[in-house]
Structure formats: structure tokens, C-alpha cells
């Protein structure tokens, strides 16, 4: 009998489940390992107030191919849905007013829209028209170097627009400061807009998707009725419950005399979800209860957090190690808040609202769930959730869920009216959970891949710690290790 290659994938996040899935369907023998009872990662949907509500990730860009691209080839696409409010609210003045139409990741795009908003003073504005008046075409001194989002916008447009718009809105992504944000990997519409002129308004127009005939522009955002669980479950049914070893932790990869990978693995009694079948590998009992395993394979797709992967191939390759492990991460919360519709006064007429930074607020955002996703809020109840927590606002790790509750409810009273206790609140923690790319980031990752092929080919990377962490990004990065594991593996294919 003919056995055919095997393969490890580290990780069942959404890249390693993308990973997983193209392998399998490849007819590739894979194994999913995972110290978590579930898989899915980051995502997370659970029942909150009679209803499936997202721990984390609600929703996907839909501008970009790979996340809709997934869902077709599960056969989701049909069910696929689009917020039902597209504008925003922003804090401004201790009070929440609406963003402007037009803005390219806050760089504002009609100027008309934006001194109407009321939210950019004169001053702003004043510069604003600076920017516009500079001459036609790409900048001359531009070397295609990566920089950081804030010196992209400050040099250009001013800060007044940078700390109330565009700062906000990016921070609203990856929980850190536009600051420190590499332009490249976290801000690329912008980059290429002040690529193509040295008006970085006009750039941001050019930006812009074109309005079909018919008006109104294609949906920005993808979402699925049942939450991003859907599509972890939908991953999961096509890889097979039988692959995964969950409640599992990757501690040792070692590579073999033949090219082959044995891969270490320690799992804490009970540790993993009688849903998805009992560990199947050989187990060897330890004095502290901590059941030893392994699996051989052929090759292996790591999709763990930088750190993860750094100290997984640190005995390999030192400089992986060291990219990957130096990579920081911001903790965030999710506190999901319901109430009864009649204890909410006021139009819940966007799809939530940004905190900026200088407002001092615990707050970073709230997304208002149930009019964003007219479902959640069918049977009379108002969703919403509250987001906390930032790379350089840690705050909320000192107070417990109740404080942090409290909290969350005095500052929604003040900006959105809302006295009366909530029919339920829970609070999700996501430690280390969403990466901060410098500047450089994705040249860096460029070298750490190209040693890899050379010292270790059987081993690809994938996931948020390489050049984005939005789910379309994490999906690519785990459907393009699998590609280069298959032509590896399967060369003919
Ligand atoms: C609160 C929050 C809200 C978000 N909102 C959005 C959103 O609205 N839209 C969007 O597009 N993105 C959003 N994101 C980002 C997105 O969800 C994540 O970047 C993405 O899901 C990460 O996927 P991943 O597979 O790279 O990593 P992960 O999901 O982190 O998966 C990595 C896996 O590796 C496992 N692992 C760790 N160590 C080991 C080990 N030693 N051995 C084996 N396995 C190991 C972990 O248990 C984990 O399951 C959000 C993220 C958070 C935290």
C-alpha cells in the first residue's frame, strides 16, 4: 500500500484551518494540533442573551478576494450578509458625532463632507487645502520605503486629522498607535495614495471603489448570520473532526535524518472537548499528569502568534526567531452588553462609534451589533459591544469583569444615554492578541521566509503574524502554505 505524504498544521486558527482545508481536499493526510478545547483561534461565536454573538471578529472585508473566496468554496456565499448601516460615529468633544462619507482609513476624500461633520477645525481644514494644492503625480523624493502611517499623514494633511480620524479608525483595527503602524502591512490604501500623489487627499479619491451605474457602492464588510463559528464549523465538517488534536500543545519540532518532522506535543489531562473525539496519537503518562505525544509528517504549517512560531523554530533558525519573537501584541476585551429596546433611547442609527485616544475614555469602540445586524435585535433587544484595551492602554487588566462592566456602563450613560441595567453582560479577554507591525515588518518577514526555504523547506508559515491580521489576510497566508506545500509535496499537481 502507497501511504501519501502527511502534514502537521500548528495551530487552528482561521489560517491553519485554511491551511488544513486545501491540504485535505489535496487528498493530503493531515493532522490539526491545537492546545485550545475548540478550534477557530481568535474567532469565537457563543450564545449571548438567546442569541449567537461573536466573542471577537464579527465581520471581514469584502473588498478583498480571499475571505468571500473561502466562503464560496464552503458554499457559504449565499448566506453571506452586509452590515445594514454602513456610517459611523466617532467621540468628539465628549459627544458622538458622524464621520463623513468618503474616508479612505480616515483620510478624508470630500472635504465638503468633512467641514459639515463639524469635526476638523479651521486650522485643519486650512491644511487640508495645503495638501490639495501641492502639485499633480507621484512624489519625487518617494523611494518605496515602508514608514510608519503617522509620519505618511502627520507630514501631509497635519495631526488635527490624523488624531481625529485616522488614528481612531486604524486603532479601531489592531488595538495600537498609528504611530507606530507600518504603513505597508497596516495602512497599504493610504501608502499606495501617497504613491500616486503628492496630494494625499487626491490620492485617497483615486482610492476610492467607482460607483457601479445603478449608484451605491459594493458591501465593505462580510458577515455570516450565526457568527464567525459558522465558518469555523463549516471549516471543520470539510477537514474532518477526525484530523484535529485538540487540548494539544506543540512543544518541539525535530527534524529528522530523512527530511521528516517528529513533532512534540503535552496536553493536560481533560484539557481536550469530548466533541471532538478523544486524542488519538500515542500518549506516554507523566508524574505531573501532563500526557506526552508525537506525530511524524512530512512537512508542517506553523499558524501560532510570532512568539509561538519563534520558539518552535528557534533551534532551527535564529533569525526567525528573533523576528517572529520580538513581534508585540495588544491585549483587548469585548464586553457584549444587552438591554431591553425601550431602555435605549435615541436612533441607533449607525453601525457603532470609535474612541479617539485624547479622549481618555477606557472605551476604543463600540460596535452596535443589533442595528449593524438587524437579526441580533429581532426579538426586542438592544446588542451592542464595547471594545477596551489598547498596545499603550492596559487599564482594564487591573479590574475585574464586574469593574470593568461598571465601567464600560458609566462612560455608555454618558455618551449614548444609557441608565438602565442590562438584561446581560459578559466580558471576553483577548491577551496578546493582535499583532503591532513596525515599519519593515513585511521586508523582515520576506527574509525570515526566504531562510526558511533554504534551511527547513518542509516547514511554512501562516497567519496574523505575518503581513496582516484582518481574517481575508490570515486566510490567504494559510491557503498560500498550503500551495507551497503542495507543490512541494504533490509536484505534479
Ligand atoms: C477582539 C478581536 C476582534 C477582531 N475583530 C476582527 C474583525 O472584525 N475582522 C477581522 O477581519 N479580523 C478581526 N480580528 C483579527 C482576527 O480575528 C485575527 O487576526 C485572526 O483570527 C488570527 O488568525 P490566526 O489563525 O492567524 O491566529 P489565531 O486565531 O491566534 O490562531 C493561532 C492558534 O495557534 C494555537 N497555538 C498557540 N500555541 C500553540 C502551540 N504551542 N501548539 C499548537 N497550537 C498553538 C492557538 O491556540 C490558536 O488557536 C479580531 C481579533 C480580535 C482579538
Known amino acids: 500500500m502507497t ?77 453571506l450578509i452586509h452590515p445594514a448601516i454602513g456610517s459611523a460615529l466617532v467621540v468628539h468633544n465628549g459627544r458622538l458625532r458622524r464621520l463623513p462619507e468618503g474616508l479612505v482609513l480616515g483620510v478624508p476624500s470630500d472635504l465638503e463632507a468633512l467641514q459639515a461633520s463639524g469635526l476638523v477645525s479651521e486650522a485643519g481644514l486650512a491644511r487640508l487645502a495645503e495638501d490639495l494644492a501641492r502639485p499633480e503625480g507621484p512624489p519625487p523624493e518617494d523611494r518605496g520605503e515602508d514608514c510608519t502611517v503617522g509620519e505618511l499623514v502627520r507630514s501631509r494633511l497635519g495631526d488635527e486629522v490624523f488624531e481625529v480620524l485616522v488614528d481612531p479608525l486604524l486603532s479601531g483595527v489592531n488595538a495600537g498607535r498609528a504611530d507606530d503602524l507600518s504603513a505597508q502591512l497596516g495602512a497599504a490604501q493610504l501608502l499606495a495614495a501617497a504613491r500616486r500623489d503628492r496630494s494625499l487627499v487626491r490620492g485617497a479619491r483615486a482610492q476610492l471603489p467607482p460607483v457601479p451605474p445603478g449608484g451605491g457602492r459594493a458591501p465593505v464588510f462580510a458577515a455570516l448570520p450565526g457568527g464567525m463559528g459558522t465558518l469555523v464549523g463549516a471549516l471543520v465538517e470539510a477537514i474532518g473532526i477526525g484530523r484535529f488534536r485538540l487540548g494539544r500543545t506543540v512543544t518541539e519540532l525535530i527534524e529528522q535524518p530523512d527530511g521528516r518532522f517528529v513533532i512534540a506535543t503535552r496536553t493536560a489531562p481533560a484539557a481536550a472537548d469530548p466533541a471532538y473525539g478523544p486524542v488519538a496519537d500515542p500518549v506516554a503518562s507523566s508524574a505531573s499528569g501532563e500526557r506526552a505525544g508525537s506525530e511524524t509528517v512530512d512537512a508542517v504549517v506553523l499558524a501560532t502568534p510570532g512568539p509561538v512560531s519563534a520558539a518552535l523554530l528557534g533551534d532551527h533558525m535564529a533569525k526567525a526567531a528573533t523576528e517572529l519573537g520580538s513581534l508585540a501584541y495588544a491585549s483587548v476585551a469585548i464586553i457584549a452588553l444587552a438591554w431591553r429596546a425601550a431602555n435605549v433611547h435615541g436612533n441607533l442609527d449607525a453601525s457603532g462609534f470609535l474612541v479617539p485616544r485624547r479622549s481618555g475614555l477606557l472605551l476604543t469602540a463600540c460596535s452596535w451589533a443589533s442595528a449593524k445586524f438587524p437579526h441580533l435585535g429581532a426579538d426586542g433587544l438592544v446588542r451592542l459591544r464595547a471594545s477596551v484595551g489598547r498596545s499603550d492602554d492596559t487599564r482594564f487588566l487591573a479590574l475585574d469583569d464586574a469593574e470593568l462592566i461598571g465601567r464600560v456602563r458609566a462612560e455608555l450613560a454618558e455618551l449614548m444615554g444609557i441608565e438602565a441595567a442590562p438584561v446581560a453582560a459578559r466580558v471576553h479577554r483577548w491577551l496578546d492578541a493582535l499583532p503591532q507591525y513596525r ?51 504533490l509536484p505534479t499537481a
Open 439 to 489: 515599519p519593515g515588518h513585511g521586508a523582515r518577514i520576506d527574509a525570515v521566509e526566504a531562510e526558511l526555504a533554504e534551511r527547513l523547506p518542509g516547514v511554512v508559515l501562516a497567519g496574523a503574524s505575518l503581513r496582516g491580521l484582518g481574517i481575508p489576510a490570515c486566510i490567504d497566508s494559510g491557503r498560500r502554505a498550503a500551495q507551497h506545500l503542495l507543490e512541494r509535496l
Open 3 to 79: 501511504v501519501g505524504p502527511r502534514v502537521a498544521v500548528v495551530g487552528a486558527g482561521i489560517a491553519g484551518l485554511s491551511a488544513a482545508y486545501d491540504l485535505t481536499r489535496a487528498g493530503i493526510d493531515v493532522v490539526v494540533i491545537d492546545p485550545a478545547d475548540r478550534p477557530g483561534g481568535k474567532l469565537r461565536t457563543s450564545p449571548f442573551a438567546g442569541v449567537d454573538l461573536d466573542e471577537s471578529a464579527d465581520m471581514f472585508l469584502a473588498r478583498l478576494p480571499w475571505g468571500v473566496g473561502l466562503c464560496r468554496d464552503l458554499g457559504l456565499e449565499p448566506a
